[in-house]
């Protein structure tokens, strides 16, 4: 007989709470009323457009907006790590009833001109490159770079155009050409400590690619490309000189790509929070292509903000592929996934990769920012899908179903020069665990491609 009694006091509870929740509504709309968006202007030491503050703010004109939002287009704004300070604001705009977006704005140094030396035992190489991250004021991106070496000898240059002439849409051109000596290691399954080099060649690549692209939300882009390359194989031998095969069969390397990001990562002066997912496909274009190939790959990455500036990251990713041309293979080793291992020690066409990294403050000056990384590498690669029809010359270890497996632990450095905009050097320090394996790794960030 007291259901009904309980019933009354939830209800009367859940109309009060209500109730409590539209007043609060109304009041939020009366003291800060939406306002229409109808300009943009940019103001302080910058040089960026309007029309790339609106890309960058993630703003439309149109789109109505309260004096709340703005907190959310300041942390954009500092996302994009174009700019030392931001501060934004609303004002009536003086010829259309309606709002502009104000943003007062002190850029960083957005480029960059900067030797590189990369020194190894066996290994010598010298280059320069040139960088710019917001050329013209646009976000557009322009990268540079050369190298000579004993060992690879490169030409790259890359243009990105993330939002053209304030579009959704987007273009990149890039071309890469190369000339590179190759290792292929034994791996024996019985020795995870070996490193024994059976064959050692020249690759020499010539190619390039466009692409467009077209922004679905400022977290969600989707782009197609077409690239196209020469690809040659000379001077294979073993390590006593013996003349061996090639690797592979020269060829035009000509394939179609599509790929589909979802980045609502945040960034804050070297701290990164959030979801970062990409799919890519890739597939030869019959009748121009010699190699008869395709491949897919998943990157998840998720990235959490803790106690302010520190930062935990877990990244994973997996390709898969069939007939594989050696040149395409996808590897294990090296700075980008299995630090404790030597460059592209693992190849196959199926790969599986996850990283782990914490990274904490470790001291901070007007210009620098130093930070400590700890992490853990996990890694397999194998060959499931091999190309039957001679095109490859594998080694008696790349059979049908050969696969790795190995991981590494490992500490770091990182030091991010704050008043540029491409600011990242590193330095690891690792271990492989299977293979009891000391490496150590410079890198220098430039830009992302």
Not at 312 to 338: A, C, K, S, W, Y
């Amino acid at each position: 007989m007291r259901a009904p009694g309980i019933a009354i006091v939830i209800a009367l509870a859940t109309t009060a709470a209500h109730a409590d929740t539209l007043g609060t509504a109304v009041r939020t709309a009366t003291l800060d009323p939406a306002r229409r968006v109808v300009g943009f202007v940019v103001r302080g030491k910058s040089k960026l457009r309007p029309r790339t503050l609106r890309y960058l703010a993630h703003v439309d004109e149109g789109d109505y907006l309260r004096t709340s939002d703005l907190k959310r287009i300041k942390q954009a704004l500092i996302s994009s790590e174009l700019f030392e300070q931001v501060s934004v604001s609303l004002e009536p705009d003086e010829d259309e009833d309606g709002v502009d977006l104000v943003a007062t704005l002190d850029d960083k140094h957005s480029w960059i001109v900067a030797p590189t030396i990369y020194v190894l035992p066996g290994k010598l190489a010298l280059g320069v490159g040139y960088a710019e991250n917001n050329l013209r004021g646009l976000n557009q991106k322009l990268l540079l770079y050369g190298q000579v070496g004993t060992r690879d000898t490169l030409l790259f240059g890359a243009f990105l155009d993330q939002s053209v002439r304030g579009t959704k849409l987007t273009f990149r051109a890039d071309m890469y050409t190369s000339s590179r000596v190759t290792d292929e290691y034994a791996n024996p399954t019985t020795d995870a400590t070996s490193t024994e080099i059976l064959r050692t060649s020249t690759i020499t690549y010539l190619g390039g690619g466009v692409l467009v692209g077209w922004n679905f939300a400022w977290w969600a882009i989707g782009d197609l490309r077409l690239r196209g390359a020469h690809v040659s194989f000379r001077e294979a031998h073993a390590p006593d000189d013996t003349a061996l095969p090639n690797p592979s069969i020269d060829g035009y390397d000509v394939t179609a790509q599509a790929r589909l990001t979802f980045d609502a990562r945040g960034h804050y002066f070297g701290v990164t929070w959030g979801p970062y997912l990409q799919l890519f496909a890739e597939t030869s274009i019959p009748g121009l292509d010699d190699f008869d190939y395709s491949t897919a790959l998943l990157r998840a990455y998720y990235s959490w903000r803790l106690f302010g500036d520190h930062q935990l990251e877990l990244r994973t990713l997996f390709t898969i592929g069939r007939h594989v041309p050696m040149h395409e293979e996808t590897t294990n080793g090296g700075v980008v996934d299995l630090r404790g291992y030597a460059t592209d020690q693992f190849r196959g066409d199926t790969r599986t990769v996850v990283r782990t990294e914490y990274s904490l403050p470790i001291a901070r000056s007007k210009l620098f920012a130093f930070r400590a990384i700890g992490f853990f590498d996990s890694g397999y690669v194998g060959y499931q899908f091999r190309a039957p029809d001679g095109r490859r010359n594998y080694l008696p270890n790349q059979h049908d179903n050969a696969g790795w497996f190995r991981n590494d632990v490992g500490l770091g450095l990182r030091v991010y020069v704050k008043a540029i905009v491409l600011p990242l050097l590193g330095l690891d320090v690792a271990y492989g665990i299977e293979g009891h394996s000391p490496a150590v790794y410079f890198e220098v960030g430039l830009t992302d491609f």
